[in-house]
């Protein structure tokens, strides 16, 4: 086990270059952090805390195996899905120029593309950028050779033979389904529009202009000497993702010092873009934390944590997690970003919101086995929200879990009827009627027990 390192912290430039001042990490996400990296959980955590036009940040852990230096302002991460918030950026762009409308068919920006409908309802570039355009996940025929690198085989050629045949379940707009090929569909249909690649498109009209000069959807050399190298949930190395198609759903790899900028943009003087970026679209009914309903905007999730509103997002790959945010009033943002594929969303809203970080779950639990036969009476559907189902299978090694536009995860037993998540910190724990039947679970996660029915 590493020695407990003490953050190291790095004032950070503003864009004219001028020093600023260093903000203070509430002390009980650095205590978290500190643990985390002490028990493994992760291999380096970064995180930068921004107050108005101050910033400054703190490295936990070690950039890299045998490297005795810490994680600073200028290591570079996977930021996963905080890309969707780029691409969603990009559409505003080309809205507020007069060159797309959110309310315009994605087919009349790929003319050369069978883009699916709905009887006579098209899917439109708003749909596709606040997950209501009916599209799943992802593609169907997403078959990669290599399962730990999962989007470098799939192209144009893979995307439209795809859409062409697919079916929409239903019509666009009727229902939020979080989707990574809708963001790879939206990206492919601006770059397209624009006659540029998407990193060419993102280069010009994003990373340059906001002196973004280490954050690429490409790895060169010079900046695979700054990349952390990426750890699975359970330790182990990971490979880097790599996208073609799918690109504009997770493609950026970037850094703490890049993600200032990027968020510092939206919080000092946003651009008109920027602005109808974050305006909110559509209700994601009954996903809320109890101080409202949760939000869409493009991309940007809009919550409120005691009272505060605030737009954020997060990112997950195979060895990466990510998490940006900032208050709507513009003097508090936050970018978290981790070498190991493990969800860091508790530390970013408890450096949004000080005082707001929830407990951990204890003592790290212990796992105990339970016969495969045992395992088979939990399967099922489980209903979170009318939108929210909780999916439970047996797989090979046990029991996996899926929920409503996320991937399965295997939960482990810790006693009958309760199981951990390892990649999350989160309990699911199996209800039972006078008969012993199971009939519900209840979720525990964050500090809060969300109960779930049983399906028939």
């Given at each position: 086990m590493p020695p407990r390192l003490r953050p190291l912290l790095l004032p950070i430039l503003s864009l004219s270059g001028a020093a600023l001042a260093a903000p203070a990490l509430d002390t009980a996400v650095r205590e978290r952090a500190e643990a985390l990296v002490r028990?493994?959980?992760?291999?380096?955590?970064?995180?930068?805390?921004?107050?108005?036009?101050?910033?400054?940040?703190?490295?936990?852990?070690?950039?890299?195996?045998?490297?005795?230096?810490?994680?600073?302002?200028?290591?570079?991460?996977?930021?996963?899905?905080?890309?969707?918030?780029?691409?969603?950026?990009?559409?505003?762009?080309?809205?507020?120029?007069?060159?797309?409308?959110?309310?315009?068919?994605?087919?009349?920006?790929?003319?050369?593309?069978?883009?699916?409908?709905?009887?006579?309802?098209?899917?439109?570039?708003?749909?596709?950028a606040t997950h209501f355009s009916g599209l799943p996940r992802l593609p169907a025929n997403l078959a990669p050779a290599d399962k730990r690198n999962p989007y470098a085989d799939y192209g144009e050629a893979q995307l439209r033979t795809f859409l062409a045949g697919h079916t929409l379940a239903r019509a666009p707009g009727a229902v939020y389904e979080y989707s990574n090929l809708a963001y790879g569909l939206l990206g492919t249909a601006l770059a397209t529009q624009a006659n540029m690649s998407y990193e060419e498109l993102l280069q010009a009209r994003l990373?340059?202009?906001?002196?973004?000069?280490?954050?690429?959807?490409?790895?060169?050399?010079?900046?695979?000497?700054?990349?952390a190298p990426g750890h699975l949930a359970d330790g182990k190395p990971?490979?880097?993702?790599?996208?073609?198609?799918?690109?504009?759903?997770?493609?950026?790899?970037?850094?703490?010092?890049?993600?200032?900028?990027?968020?510092?943009?939206?919080?000092?003087?946003?651009?008109?873009?920027?602005?109808?970026a974050v305006q909110p679209r559509l209700a994601l009914a009954g996903e809320g934390d109890g101080d409202g309903v949760k939000k869409i905007g493009l991309a940007w999730m809009l919550d409120r944590v005691k009272g505060q509103p605030l737009a954020w997002h997060n990112g997950q790959t195979g060895g990466y997690a990510s998490f940006a945010g900032y208050t709507l009033d513009g003097k508090r943002g936050v970018v978290v970003l981790s070498s190991t594929g493990r969800e860091v969303d508790a530390?970013?809203?408890?450096?949004?919101?000080?005082?707001?970080?929830?407990?951990?779950?204890?003592?790290?639990?212990k796992e105990i086995a339970i016969a495969p036969a045992e395992l088979a009476q939990y399967a099922g559907q489980y209903v979170l929200l009318p939108t929210f189902v909780l999916s439970v299978r047996q797989g090979p090694d046990g029991l996996l879990?899926?929920?409503?536009?996320?991937?399965?995860?295997?939960?482990?037993?810790?006693?009958?009827?309760?199981f951990f998540y390892k990649?999350?910190?989160?309990?699911?724990?199996?209800?039972?009627?006078?008969?012993?039947?199971?009939?519900?679970l209840v979720l525990h996660q964050n500090g809060q027990a969300m109960p779930a029915r049983r399906k028939p």
């Open positions: 028990d493994g959980k992760h291999a380096s955590l970064v995180i930068a805390v921004i107050d108005g036009k101050d910033s400054a940040v703190y490295g936990f852990g070690r950039a890299r195996p045998g490297d005795a230096g810490v994680p600073d302002a200028d290591t570079v991460y996977e930021i996963g899905s905080i890309t969707k918030t780029m691409t969603g950026l990009l559409l505003a762009d080309a809205v507020v120029a007069g060159k797309a409308r959110l309310e315009q068919p994605v087919a009349e920006l790929l003319p050369a593309y069978a883009i699916p409908a709905f009887a006579d309802q098209k899917i439109t570039l708003g749909q596709l990373f340059r202009p906001l002196g973004m000069a280490s954050s690429t959807t490409l790895t060169t050399p010079a900046l695979r000497a700054r990349l990971a490979a880097n993702w790599d996208f073609q198609a799918i690109a504009g759903a997770g493609a950026v790899r970037s850094s703490a010092r890049d993600m200032i900028a990027y968020v510092q943009s939206y919080m000092q003087g946003a651009s008109p873009a920027q602005q109808l530390l970013g809203m408890g450096t949004l919101r000080p005082g707001s970080l929830p407990p951990t779950n204890g003592p790290a639990t879990v899926g929920a409503t536009g996320q991937p399965e995860a295997p939960v482990y037993a810790s006693a009958k009827d309760t990649v999350v910190e989160a309990q699911l724990v199996f209800e039972r009627d006078a008969q012993g039947a199971i009939t519900g």
